[in-house]
């Protein structure tokens, strides 16, 4: 039969495992969707800041 003590500490696991299961996919979701874009357009930025103008050699 199951304790008190361990009815509750299975259930404090499971409730622990919830929120880090919910960090990890919070962290993807953010890498995803605003990490990766926003490296990706300063990376593009700093590419095209590079670039000699066409228009100055017309």
């Known amino acids: ?3 008190t003590a361990g009815a509750l500490f299975i259930i404090s696991a ?3 495992f919830f929120f ?3 960090g990890i996919v919070s962290f993807y979701f953010d890498l995803r969707y605003q990490f ?3 490296a990706r357009e300063y ?3 700093d ?3 590079n670039r000699p103008d066409p228009e100055e050699y017309l």
């Open 1 to 3: 039969m199951v304790t």
């Open 14 to 16: 499971v409730v622990l």
């Open 20 to 22: 880090w299961i919910y």
């Open 36 to 38: 990766i874009p926003a």
């Open 43 to 45: 990376l593009r930025d």
């Open 47 to 49: 590419e095209q800041d």
